[in-house]
């Protein structure tokens, strides 16, 4: 059974830093490509950055230079490391496989506000 779990997020001020962490079962991780998402009040969930199983890295526009994502095969685990924080980062938080989604976790909410 796939289990995603999601942690790490919290209240931050702007310009602000914050790592989030995801750890994965039921799936053999070493081989996954593995994606953050978010998804602020009222509006869709958004791809906001991904790693291939190889180790390369992808990111939406908007956080291109801010965040960075990595992954720990022996932890079975995928961060965002998360630096430069605005207002508009405020959302749920989600990591999951993006070839073939799987139930999405409960995701950690980030809050970005003075």
């Known amino acids: 059974q796939v289990q995603l779990v999601e942690s790490g997020g919290g209240l931050v001020q702007p310009g602000g830093s914050l790592r989030l962490s995801c750890a994965a079962s039921g799936i053999i991780f070493s081989l996954a490509s593995m994606a953050w998402y978010r998804q602020a009040p009222g509006k869709q969930r958004e791809w906001v950055a991904q790693i291939l199983a190889g180790g390369s890295t992808y990111y939406a526009d908007s956080v291109k230079g801010r965040f960075t994502i990595s992954r720990d095969n022996a932890k079975n685990t995928v961060y965002l490391q998360m630096n430069t924080l605005k207002p508009e980062d405020t959302a749920v938080y989600y990591c999951?496989?993006?070839?073939?989604?799987?139930?999405w976790g409960q995701g950690t909410q980030v809050t970005v506000s003075s």
């Open positions: 999951n496989t993006p070839v073939t989604l799987k139930p």
